[in-house]
């Protein structure tokens, strides 16, 4: 199957299976991203969908886990969402479960028996773009959802027997907020239990919306070094038992994964450092062409 788009999964996932069952992203209005700006959503054919099942498995595949793309494969209506699965399990038996990125909109538009039916059919987490914690910067991102929004669709999707993992943003409340965000982030996953937390460190392309209102002066960009304290504190007040972190800042290849709690002070230790020596280093900020 011809891929379109960028690729962008958690590295949790990185043993699954990606089947496309859409092009681009429903919603693709967030200020700072640009995986999708150019491509016009819409749902791939089933029969496509089965053809590349089938390719896959007259090669052998029978995966354990399926992640299904793109940008929030969740948006599909249930029956649809439904008749993929039933395709999956005839094609790879041996699978265990389904995870994709789904916005907080598209959980709280489906019924709650929808999403028990979907969680019986095998979907097992859902990755939802939390970004931050503060409400005032989700508005200015043009992220469509509050934390409220956000709290109350994770409560139904465990009280239909799924998990939930985060992606979240370092950097995205702007220069001078990254400790009040890092606070209003751990109190929020302190409460909602995430069992995954993914940090892509925010970067931005030039011809990103969000890169614009730098040059406008609307929003005050954040060099790598913020960043690092930011993550260092939510680090330190992340409580959940069970939680596997993974932040990424590619600009300055630095890297800090583990489980928590019983990585957090290697993790700790490794964020130190770095901080240490940005701390002595000319500002860096993560843009890219
Ligand atoms: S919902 Fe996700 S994929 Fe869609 S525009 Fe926002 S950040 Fe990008």
């Known amino acids: 199957m011809e891929y379109e788009g960028q690729i962008c999964r958690g590295p949790m996932e990185r043993a699954s299976y990606m089947l496309p069952i859409s092009v681009g ?22 029969e496509q969908i089965e053809e590349e099942l089938r390719r896959v498995s007259g090669l052998g595949g029978n995966p354990k886990q399926v992640f299904l793309g793109d940008g929030n494969a969740f948006s599909a209506e249930t029956d649809r969402l439904l008749a993929i699965f039933a395709l999956i399990r005839r094609y790879f038996p041996g699978c265990q479960g389904v995870n994709m990125d ?18 019986e ?43 939930y993992g985060a992606h979240i943003m370092t950097g995205i409340a702007g220069k001078g907020r990254g400790l009040e965000n890092a606070q209003a982030l751990a109190d929020f996953f302190n409460r909602t239990r995430p069992d995954r937390i993914v940090n892509f460190s925010l970067f931005l392309h030039r011809r990103a919306p969000l890169y614009q209102d730098i040059l406008s002066g609307q929003f005050l960009p954040v060099d790598e070094l913020e960043n ?26 630095f890297r800090v994964r583990g489980n928590l709690p019983q990585d957090r002070e290697k993790m700790l230790r490794k964020l130190e450092a770095a901080i240490g020596e940005y701390e002595a280093k000319e500002p860096v900020f993560a843009f890219v062409p």
Do not use: W
């Not at 789904?102 to 969680?119: C, N, Q």
């Not at 859902?126 to 989700?138: M, W």
């Not at 504190?233 to 992340?238: C, D, E, G, T, V």
């Open 25 to 46: 992203c429903s919603y693709n209005r967030c200020r700072f991203c640009m995986l999708f700006k150019h491509l016009s959503y819409r749902e791939l054919p089933l």
């Open 102 to 119: 789904a916005t907080v909109h598209d959980i709280l538009r489906k019924p709650p028996r929808e999403l028990t039916a979907l969680s």
């Open 121 to 163: 059919a095998g979907v097992r987490t859902l990755y939802l773009g939390i970004e931050c914690g503060l409400d005032d910067v989700l508005a200015q991102m043009n992220k469509g959802q509050t934390m409220a929004q956000a709290g109350e669709a994770i409560e139904r999707l465990h009280q239909a027997g799924m998990s």
């Open 228 to 253: 690092l304290r930011e993550e260092q504190r939510l680090l330190a007040l992340l409580e959940t038992d069970g939680l596997v972190y993974d932040g990424f800042h590619d600009c300055i290849t």
